[in-house]
């Protein structure tokens, strides 16, 4: 049973540039969130994705956006890149109507 | 706000030396309770939901307990392998989104 992918596994951009991080969901799961954890701290929500649409936002900028797919994979975009962006961002997707979620292995972004 | 305090944030334990780490939690009607295991660079891994006040669930030398205000994972007799930090986070009433909780850094010496 494959469970959640991302990739790259890392990545290193320069202020003001635009990133894509993937995500495919764990078998069975139709449900995508983008978390943003910076170092030492817990996870924050980015967004949600089900049935191709953001469900729910948590407390980030537009530069932050998304896309999911038909076959429920999804992207993560950051427009102009900041200094502070610099984190693990983390995939968990979930079957829509269940509260667990399961996590990816993350994307370590640094901005240079 | 949905808001998780997790302590102590560090915490050194002795191979054999049994603890308890704890979360305390705000929100308006909890729909679950969620403890997750981190091993430094990597994903969050799944261990336990508890939904209810009362419910308890076992792991291995892992056990998470949960009242209306907060919720324990004891770790019985715990080994090196057992290092890791420990997340707690509660779902929104209002969605499906997780509020976590800054984690526990556990050390088990061998």
């Known amino acids: 049973d494959a469970g959640v992918t991302q990739s790259p596994t890392h990545l290193i951009k320069t202020r003001g540039q635009q990133v894509t991080l993937r995500c495919s969901p764990k078998?069975?799961?139709?449900?995508v969130s983008w978390y943003q954890q910076a170092l030492g701290q817990g996870p924050q929500f980015i967004f949600q994705?089900?049935?191709?649409?953001?469900?729910q936002r948590g407390n980030f900028p537009d530069r932050f956006s998304g896309h999911q797919f038909p076959n429920y994979s999804s992207e993560l975009n950051v427009n102009a890149l900041l200094l502070g962006d610099s984190a693990l961002y983390l995939c968990?997707?979930?079957?829509?109507?269940?509260?667990?979620?399961?996590f990816g292995p993350g994307t370590r972004l640094t901005v240079t | 706000e949905d808001q998780v305090t997790q302590s102590p944030e560090a915490l050194r334990l002795q191979e054999g030396e049994s603890s308890s780490l704890n979360c305390s939690y705000t929100?308006?009607?909890?729909?679950?309770l969620f403890w997750y295991r981190q091993d430094p660079g990597k994903g969050p891994e799944f261990l336990f939901t508890?939904?209810?006040a009362g419910e308890e669930k076992e792991k291995e030398r892992l056990k998470a307990t949960l009242t209306k205000k907060e919720s324990f994972l004891h770790i019985t007799a715990p080994k090196p392998e057992d290092s890791a930090t420990y997340l707690c986070?509660?779902?929104?009433?209002?969605?499906?989104?997780?509020?976590f909780g800054e984690g526990t850094q556990l050390t088990v010496n061998p």
């Open positions: 986070a509660i779902v929104s009433p209002s969605g499906s989104r997780l509020t």
């Open positions: 994705y089900y049935e191709e649409e953001e469900r």
């Open positions: 078998s069975g799961h139709d449900t």
């Open positions: 929100v308006s009607g909890l729909r679950g």
């Open positions: 508890l939904y209810s």
């Open positions: 968990a997707s979930s079957f829509r109507g269940e509260y667990e979620q399961y």
